[in-house]
């Protein structure tokens, strides 16, 4: 056996296990469940398809999935996500929008991703009531979490973050996330080792984002703190709330 696919099985098998580990600490998934996959076609979706198209290795069979996909509107358009779709021979939905024209709408100016992530969730919701699924699943992974914490302390004044499993609807809808203990890096390589294809969504102003400078942030201080693991210390801290404030600001 090749030294590659040997480091694809490792890869595959930490993935596999972590995200297990997630669906079964968090009540995840349960049998009947009809889970709407939220596929934006970069690797992180693209992954959370296919470990949900392998099967996921859970106890639990008897549920279904619906790969669904909101195309934003921006200018460049990738149509193949279709055939793709199709190839895969999964349940899909693509839906078209306009949403790039009112994020990047110089009113939205200050915070476009805001915008943007508020309707595209309106649209999920929407498929998913539509659909008939009661769960909704994000590619969401740790970093992203470290990440919105971060930037919830920095521009918004609270402390706050994406949850695993996280009721909407008054309990009849929830979203949930499998790669909760999951790396981005470890996607990343997992996408490229599978050769997953990626659809970008061509957004002027990806790369240039308050979750870009975060990113960047915790990079830096990771290069200078050798000997401290500050992504993991982070995602850990809330784990540890030391609630001693409450007298209001
Ligand atoms: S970077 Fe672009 S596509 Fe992504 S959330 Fe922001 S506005 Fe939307």
């Known amino acids: ?47 959370l398809l296919q470990f949900f198209r392998e099967g996921l290795g859970l106890l639990i069979h008897d549920y279904s999935f619906l790969a669904v996909h909101i195309d934003l509107g921006f200018e460049k358009k990738d149509t193949s996500m279709d ?10 939905r693509i839906v078209k929008t306009d949403i790039a024209s009112s994020a990047l709408d110089p009113e939205a100016k200050k915070n476009p991703c805001f915008i943007c992530s508020l309707y595209r969730r309106r649209e999920i919701y929407h498929v998913a009531k539509q659909e008939e699924c009661n769960k909704i699943a994000y590619a969401h992974h740790k970093d992203d979490i470290v990440e919105t914490l971060l930037i919830n302390i920095l521009y918004g004044r609270k402390i706050e973050t994406m949850q695993p499993v996280q009721e909407v609807f ?80």
């Open 1 to 47: 056996m090749s030294e590659k696919y040997n480091v694809l099985r490792r890869l595959r098998r930490t993935i596999r296990n972590r995200t297990e580990k997630a669906i079964h600490d968090f009540d995840m998934i349960r049998p009947g469940d009809r889970v709407l996959i939220g596929v934006s076609g970069g690797s992180d979706s693209m992954c």
């Open 83 to 92: 055939s793709y779709f199709n190839a895969l021979g999964v349940d899909y």
């Open 170 to 249: 008054s309990g009849n809808m929830f979203i949930i996330r499998p790669f909760t203990y999951i790396d981005e890096s470890m996607l990343k390589q997992f996408a490229r080792e599978m050769k997953l294809p990626m659809f970008e969504k061509h957004c002027p102003i990806a790369g240039h984002t308050r979750r870009d400078k975060v990113k960047q942030m915790i990079r830096t201080l990771q290069q200078q703190e050798k000997n401290a693991n500050i992504k993991e210390n982070i995602f850990k801290s809330i784990y540890h709330v030391n609630v001693g404030y409450s007298k209001k600001q």
